[in-house]
Structure formats: structure tokens, C-alpha cells
């Protein structure tokens, strides 16, 4: 758990080095298993790495809104920095955060709202897995998505973390300067 003494630097620096982690564990699993599809332990380990990215990218944008909700009196955080950066001319930064933003509500609530905005608008940022149909039975949608390491945003995608990283620092040195 990240301690809340830290500056959000600090805390994206920690949650880089824990991401990096993962990522190398997945990197590694993917590499022994050359192609072929993981299974048994490595499956479980996969699993594992990609649960504790998902996790990771959630503390951080927490931690970020947290850390920053000051800046505002009231009400939703991510809108109203979103509003902010398009007013100071920064609406490719507002793209990124509103992504991302997107992107952990997903990972946080599963398909809703957030899942069907970032469908209806896809992003280069955020690589979305199918949903499960509602249509299935839930031994079929468990079988359908055995082998799938993560849920319904792709964080092990290159770039996922470091993206949502580099945005929240930069919004948030924004917000410093303000």
C-alpha cells in the first residue's frame, strides 16, 4: 500500500517500479512459453502478474485523485480536471486522462458506463477486451475466458502503464503550477 506521506512523483515513482515487476513476470512467462499456450502454473502466474498490474494502475489513479482533489471544491474529479485542461489549451492531455480514467473505472467496475464509452470511442491509449455475452452461462463465459490473463482492459499492452503514468505526472504538475 502506498504510504500517504509521498508527493505523487514519489508515488508514481513506487508504482512504476512494482508495475515494472509484473511486467517483467509476464514478459518472462510469454518468453518461456514461446508462442505455445500458457497452462498450469504459468497460466496461474500470468494470471497473477496481470491482476497485480490492474491493481497497481488502480492505486496509482487513485492515489492521483487523492492527492489532487484539493484543487477543486467539489464533485467529480477526473471531469473537472478534464474541463480545466481543455480551457488552458491542453485538450491532448485531457484526451489522455480521460482515457485513463475510463480505462481504471473499468478495471475498478467492469463493464458499464466507462466500458461502453471507451467501445463507443476507442482509444490507441486503452486496448479493450470483448465482455463476456450476457448471453452465456456463467460456466460458458468462464470457459470462453479460461485462458484470458486479464479482464476487460488490456493493461499488459506496452505503453498502457507508462502512458497512464506519464499522464497523471503531467496533469499533475500542471495542477502544481496553477
Do not use: C, W
Not at 509476464?26 to 514461446?34: D, F, N, Q, V
Not at 489532487?68 to 485538450?91: N, T, V, Y
Not at 484470458?148 to 503531467?170: E, K, N, S
Amino acid at each position: 500500500m502506498m504510504a500517504s506521506s509521498k508527493n505523487v512523483v514519489e508515488l508514481v515513482a513506487v508504482s512504476r517500479a512494482n508495475a515494472q515487476a509484473a511486467q517483467d513476470t509476464i514478459g518472462e512467462i510469454l518468453r518461456t512459453a514461446g508462442g505455445a499456450d500458457v497452462t498450469g502454473d504459468q497460466a496461474e502466474a500470468l494470471r497473477a502478474a496481470t491482476v497485480a498490474l490492474e491493481l497497481e494502475a488502480i492505486d496509482i489513479y487513485t492515489a492521483f485523485e487523492a492527492r489532487m482533489q484539493h484543487h477543486f471544491k467539489r464533485g467529480p474529479f477526473s471531469r473537472k480536471l478534464q474541463a480545466l485542461l481543455i480551457e488552458s489549451g491542453k485538450a491532448d492531455l485531457a484526451d489522455r486522462i480521460y482515457q485513463y480514467y475510463l480505462a481504471v473505472n473499468v478495471l475498478k467496475h467492469g463493464k458499464g458506463d466507462s466500458y461502453r464509452a471507451l467501445v463507443k470511442d476507442p482509444s490507441p491509449l486503452v486496448v479493450l477486451r470483448p465482455a463476456p455475452d450476457a448471453a452465456l452461462s456463467e460456466v460458458e463465459a468462464e470457459a470462453e475466458g479460461a485462458d484470458r490473463a486479464a479482464g476487460l482492459v488490456d493493461v499488459t499492452d506496452p505503453g498502457f502503464f507508462a502512458g497512464l503514468t506519464d499522464a497523471i505526472l503531467q496533469a499533475a504538475a500542471f495542477l502544481k503550477k496553477r
